[in-house]
C-alpha cells in the first residue's frame, strides 16, 4: 500500500521567513515523489518531483529515503506562495506504470506581509 | 498552451440521477485518470485508463461509477445513480505517452452537488 502523510493543514509565515512543508510516505518499491500546489481557484499543477532535482519558484525538495521523506523547502517565502501544497506519490518510478498518484491531505500556506 | 478541459464546472442533481461529468484530455496524451475531492479531505484517485480499458481502480470505483472515452476525445465519468455522498470536486488528469514517470496535467475540476 502506498500513503502520503502531510503533518500540518495549516502553515502560517511571514513575508521573507524560511518555510518547510513535510511530507512523508510509505511505499515498499521505489516511488516517484512530487509537489502540486493549488493557487486559489486555479487547477492542481506540478510544482517540482524528485526525479528532476530542480528549484522552481525558489523551491526545493529532496527525497530522503532513510527517513521516507520529501519536505518541500523554501529560504525566503513570499506572498504570491500562498496556496494549497498537495504532496504526491507514484508508485513505481521507470518500467510500466500508469502513473496514479495517492495524495496527501494537503497545506495551506499563508504568507503574511 | 494545451490544457485539460471539464464539463460541467458545478452540477446540482438529486439524488438517484445519473451524471455525466465530460473531459477532454490534452490530444497527444495516452493516459487518463479522474480523481474526487470531498470537501475538507485529499484529492483521492478513482481511476486510470489506457489503451481503451480501465488499467487501475480504486475501492472507491464501485458498479455505480463507469468511464468511456467514446470519440476519441471525450474521457467521460459516468455516476449512475448518485448518492449523497458523490458530493465533491471531480478532477480529470492526463499524461503523456512514457510509461513510468511524468507529470499528470489537471483539468479544473467539476463540482457535484447531490440533494
Known amino acids: 500500500a502506498q500513503r502520503v502523510t502531510q503533518p500540518e493543514k495549516l502553515l502560517s509565515v511571514f513575508k521573507g521567513a524560511p518555510v518547510e512543508l513535510k511530507c512523508n510516505y510509505s511505499?515498499?518499491?521505489?516511488?516517484?515523489l512530487f509537489w502540486y500546489v493549488q493557487y486559489s481557484r486555479q487547477r492542481l499543477q506540478l510544482l517540482l518531483r524528485?526525479?528532476s532535482r530542480e528549484s522552481i519558484k525558489g523551491f526545493t525538495a529532496d527525497l530522503n529515503k532513510g527517513e521516507t521523506s520529501f519536505h518541500l523547502k523554501k529560504p525566503f517565502a513570499q506572498e504570491e506562495d500562498s496556496a494549497m501544497y498537495y504532496c504526491?506519490?507514484?508508485?513505481?518510478?521507470?518500467?510500466?506504470?500508469?502513473?496514479?498518484?495517492?495524495f496527501g491531505q494537503g497545506t495551506i500556506l499563508t504568507v503574511h506581509p | 498552451e494545451p490544457e485539460v478541459t471539464q464539463t460541467p464546472s458545478h452540477q446540482v442533481t438529486q439524488m438517484g440521477q445519473e451524471v455525466i461529468l465530460r473531459c477532454v484530455p490534452i490530444?497527444?496524451?495516452?493516459?487518463f485518470y479522474w480523481y474526487r475531492q470531498i470537501l475538507g479531505q485529499k484529492v483521492e484517485f478513482l481511476v486510470s485508463?489506457?489503451?481503451?480499458?480501465?488499467?487501475?481502480k480504486s475501492e472507491i470505483f464501485d458498479d455505480q461509477f463507469s468511464v468511456e472515452r467514446p470519440d476519441g476525445s471525450n474521457f467521460t465519468l459516468k455516476i449512475r445513480s448518485t448518492k449523497l455522498e458523490d458530493s465533491a470536486m471531480y478532477f480529470c488528469?492526463?499524461?503523456?505517452?512514457?510509461?513510468?514517470?511524468?507529470?499528470?496535467?489537471f483539468g479544473e475540476g467539476s463540482r457535484l452537488t447531490v440533494l
Open positions: 490530444s497527444n496524451h495516452l493516459y
Open positions: 488528469a492526463s499524461k503523456g505517452g512514457l510509461a513510468g514517470t511524468g507529470e499528470l496535467f
Open positions: 504526491a506519490l507514484s508508485g513505481q518510478a521507470g518500467g510500466t506504470s500508469y502513473g496514479k498518484l495517492t
Open positions: 511505499y515498499s518499491g521505489s516511488p516517484e
Open positions: 485508463f489506457y489503451n481503451n480499458e480501465i488499467s487501475e
Open positions: 524528485h526525479i
